[in-house]
């Protein structure tokens, strides 16, 4: 029988090593607009997201939004949206990510806090499910389809 891998990698997927933070987070590298950087991988996560810090990093035309972000114990954050951006992890390519920027700043300090490093973002589901993105927890990989 083939390992899994074996067989998503038969099927046209890419894989990206997941690395498992102090804080039981996957964080994994990625780039936006040919600028890379770290971000937590999060499944629950409805849309992906970037600090506001990362608006010059990583050129993003950042627009007003009428929504408000909740999440990892904080509600009605201020957001922007970024639209028509490139993101790559791995091998895997996307050229119309849209973006949700708000404050991390509460999401870096529990981090650091507990010795992981700060990211730049969330790679979130709707990420994943453009991707068809499968994650292996054992072996801490996520499997994109290319």
Same mark, same amino acid.
């Given at each position: 029988m083939a390992s899994l891998q074996d067989f998503l990698?038969?099927?046209g997927y890419t894989k990206v090593k997941l690395h498992l933070t102090k804080t039981n987070h996957f964080e994994?590298?990625?780039s936006i607009n040919g600028k890379k950087g770290l971000f937590i991988l999060d499944t629950g996560a409805s849309n992906s997201c970037v600090g506001f810090e990362g608006i010059e990093t990583f050129q993003? !035309?950042?627009e007003i939004s009428e929504i408000k972000a909740a999440g990892a114990g904080a509600i009605d954050m201020e957001t922007k949206m970024s639209k028509k951006n490139k993101i790559k992890i791995?091998?895997?390519?996307?050229n119309k990510a849209i973006l949700v920027l708000?404050?991390?700043t509460h999401v870096n300090t529990a981090l650091t806090n507990h010795n992981s490093k700060p990211v730049d973002g969330i790679i979130g589901a709707d990420i994943l499910k453009k991707a068809k993105g499968i994650i !292996?927890?054992?072996k801490k990989y996520l499997y994109l389809k290319l």
């Open positions: 990698l038969e099927k994994i590298k990625a993003l !035309d950042a791995g091998k895997w390519k996307h708000f404050n991390l !292996d927890y054992q």
